[in-house]
């Protein structure tokens, strides 16, 4: 079992009284730690990740200052639910940091790092490369509060960071990456254009992948001085140029489909024949799943919809990817059969962090990545994927994909509907009653607004109830800071 690091002491932060003790969760007396998370090897050490300290005590237990860890052996699924400015993106931070560091930083316990994927929606984690600096005053806080945890300051420097093909970026070091159509299922392509599946132009989408990628068809051609039928093959290495043609020339959809579905389909398509983004030659997702490696894709500046296609495409290509890896893991291991070359150097386990999920698996619109995230995380327990979802609105990220969460970390939210939407996901109870100072809450919609930024209920599947923490400073530069204006 790892020793686990002494962590500072937290003096000045709030000190909340709660009612019922809670249960069910390892702790270790010994410099005072709590793991979270823990479905298999409980109270093991060797594979935690620090969240924070914990902020509340109860009259027969004072856990007050005692450090909160999550356990990653096994893959879980996470919600994270907060108003703008509670903590969200800086939580992703923190795990990323967790998840790729090892354990001289302290706040890991195990050495290897965590092949992890970051959607960063707001571009927000360009900074994590670096270590924070004395030399810029918006870094300074973090400077103090890392003293004071006892926390060092590293930056991960081996993050890749991904832009869309021709977009400008100031950074020093980042890559570009394309989406090449043919790796676009129907569902994809659908989601793009904000259409339902059984819809006209969806079912147009539908036939015309098929007689593009699998069938081919018939067009005519004028030789000659006459008209002649020519088959035109099927190309699987499609590209957009191709499904245009189809569209405009294929005998059988213009017999057989309404020109109006036709046509606005097709408006559609070529509005993205000048893009930069679809092209040939999409990016190997062997290059995202380099073991140890995190990859921090910049989709600020795409629409919602291709956003959410990036995601869709990635996921894809991890859970089936790392799908097979396992099946084939599980079987030459157990027959003592040589693992096919093509799987060889996959890492075991990879983590997918989406910020601002709402906007890429929202509840009431039909986008790409809907499918493929119910997809991955039906696959991840026995893939060896995680998933962690941020959203400023609780209620409006697709349910089955929430249904599946095992822990949830809930931030400050004021709205009703948003603290109802968060709480009907909690996988454990809140407690009963909390004293804030000589207020005294018994409320649940009390409990969540009572909330400073950083401080979370923080509520696993495991455990007897929901619990108060603060999560700790990021050891890594935070490239979300809001700006200093005047
Ligand atoms: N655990 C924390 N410790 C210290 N500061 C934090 C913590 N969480 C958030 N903050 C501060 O609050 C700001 C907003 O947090 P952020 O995570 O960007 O909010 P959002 O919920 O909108 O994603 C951060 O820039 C940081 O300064
Ligand atoms: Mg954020």
Not at 58 to 71: E, F
Not at 251 to 278: C, G, H, P, Y
Not at 465 to 473: C, G
């Amino acid at each position: 079992m790892s020793e686990l690091p002494t962590i500072g002491h937290i003096g000045n932060l709030r000190r909340i009284d709660v009612s019922e003790p809670l249960e069910r969760a390892p702790y270790i007396a010994r410099g005072k730690h709590i793991l979270l998370g823990q479905r298999k090897f409980r109270g093991q050490t060797d594979a935690l990740v620090l969240l924070g300290k914990c902020i509340e005590q109860t009259r027969v237990s004072n856990k007050y200052d005692a450090n909160v860890w999550l356990d990653i052996r096994t893959p879980h699924v996470i919600y994270i639910c907060g108003k703008r400015g509670s903590g969200k993106s800086y939580d992703l931070g923190i795990l990323s940091e967790g998840l790729i560091l090892g354990s001289n930083s302290k706040i890991t316990t195990k050495d290897k790092a965590i092949t992890t994927v970051v959607f960063d929606t707001q571009s927000q984690f360009w900074a994590l490369a670096d270590a924070p600096k004395d030399t810029l005053t918006e870094d300074l806080e973090q400077l103090d509060q890392l003293r004071e945890w006892a926390l060092p300051t590293i930056g991960l420097s081996g993050a890749r960071l991904f832009k869309p093909a021709g977009e400008q970026s100031d950074l020093p070091t980042v890559e570009d990456f394309v989406l090449d159509p043919a790796e676009l299922d129907a569902d994809d392509w659908c989601g793009l254009f904000g259409l339902e599946r059984y819809s006209p132009q969806g079912q147009c989408i539908r036939t015309l992948l098929q007689k593009v990628r699998v069938d081919g068809y018939e067009i005519e051609e004028a030789s000659g001085g006459q008209l002649r039928r020519v088959r035109v093959p099927a190309t699987p290495r499609y590209a957009i140029p191709d499904l245009v043609r189809c569209l405009k020339k294929d005998l059988e959809m213009i017999d057989q489909s309404q020109k109006q579905t036709r046509d606005a389909v097709l408006w559609k398509l070529e509005s993205l024949q000048d893009s930069n983004l679809f092209q040939p030659g999409g990016l190997n997702i062997r290059e995202v799943l380099r073991p140890g490696q995190i990859s921090v894709f910049l989709l600020r500046n795409l629409d919602n919809s291709t956003k959410s296609l990036v995601v869709s495409v990635f996921a894809k290509k991890i859970f089936n990817l790392m799908g097979d890896y396992h099946t084939k893991r599980k079987v030459s291991r157990r027959f003592g059969s040589e693992l096919p070359d093509e799987y060889r150097g996959l890492p075991d386990g990879v983590w997918v962090l989406i910020d601002e999920a709402h906007l890429v698996c929202p509840a009431d619109a039909h986008t790409a990545a809907k499918e493929s995230l119910v997809e991955y995380v039906k696959r991840g327990r026995d893939a060896g994927l995680s998933l962690v979802l941020a959203t400023q609105q609780p209620s409006a990220v697709d349910s089955r994909v929430v249904s599946q969460i095992d822990l949830l970390i809930v931030h400050r939210l004021v709205v009703d509907g948003d603290i109802s939407a968060a709480l009907a996901r909690v996988p454990a109870n809140f407690p009963k009653e909390v004293s804030f100072g000589s207020a005294r809450i018994s409320e649940r919609y009390a409990l969540v607004r009572a909330l400073d930024t950083g401080e979370a209920w923080v509520a696993d599947a495991e455990t007897s109830r929901a619990l108060l923490v603060a999560m700790r400073p990021r050891v890594s530069a935070h490239g979300g800071d809001e700006p200093v204006v005047i």
